[in-house]
């Protein structure tokens, strides 16, 4: 049974992520054999925005122990949460959002966490959509387009079985790839040619983490000939 967030939900004090992110780097080596390739790519301080593949009730965590810098992440709030997670997005914060529309209080704490210099994350798919990708919503594309500020691409393979395995007490092998940030990004003209150029970043964004994937996670991108040329731009194909 799914419960439904609090509207008033916000991300917690820098302080709080911080010293939540060390929590989480224990539990991480505790439940999970984690491997983080590319970290350099994330930016040592400055506003950036992060995106990621979401395969597992976990990837937020994961993300948290490879960024290893207090992230602010969009959550969707129109299909509630389970109830054992329940507790983690309280603790840490969270920016709520729908997958379908971006509301102006989303949009405003968004901006917010980038002109505070911070991370942004973002799951571009809006959401759990199974185990290959799928085409992005425009929201990543459109709110570091606002700020003008790069999106780092991320990679997560391996935690779609990391919860119930916690169960059977095996340790999940957890492969995070960062790839190298693109950007910044400028959307101008009409409306309509501001949409076309959303919808046409919003498919090279997902073609960098496919990058970062297994082949056979590569879903509706699948043979892009895209990819090769963005794992060549990484230096790195995926683990």
């Known amino acids: ?73 969009l959550m969707q ?10 507790w983690a997005p309280m603790i840490y914060g969270a920016i709520l959002t729908d997958r379908n529309r971006l509301a102006p209080s989303t949009i405003k704490q ?31 594309v459109y709110l570091s387009a606002m700020r003008h500020v790069q999106v780092v691409p991320i990679g997560v393979h391996g935690g779609n079985q990391a919860w119930e395995n916690i169960f059977r007490g095996v340790r999940s092998r957890i492969k995070i790839n960062i790839g190298k940030a693109f950007g910044p990004l400028e959307i101008t003209g009409s409306k309509n040619e501001k949409k076309t150029q959303i919808e046409t970043i919003s498919s090279e964004l997902m073609c960098r983490i496919a990058a970062l994937l297994p082949d056979d996670k590569h879903g509706v991108y699948s043979n892009d000939e895209r990819i090769h040329n963005y794992r060549s731009e990484n230096g790195f194909g995926a683990l």
């Open 1 to 73: 049974m799914y419960k439904e967030l609090p509207p008033t939900l916000k991300p917690r004090p820098q302080w709080v992520r911080y010293i939540s992110a060390y929590i989480i780097f224990f539990l991480g080596v505790s439940i999970a054999k984690i491997r983080v390739q590319g970290r350099w790519n994330i930016p040592k301080k400055g506003p950036c925005v992060v995106a990621c593949n979401h395969f597992g009730y976990l990837d937020p965590f994961f993300l948290v122990y490879a960024i290893q810098r207090p992230t602010s992440f």
């Open 77 to 86: 709030n129109d299909m509630g949460i389970e109830p054992y997670f329940l």
């Open 110 to 140: 968004s901006i917010k966490t980038l002109e505070n210099e911070e991370v942004l994350g973002i799951f571009p798919e809006g959401g759990m959509k199974g185990f290959e990708l799928a085409p992005a919503k425009p929201g990543a």
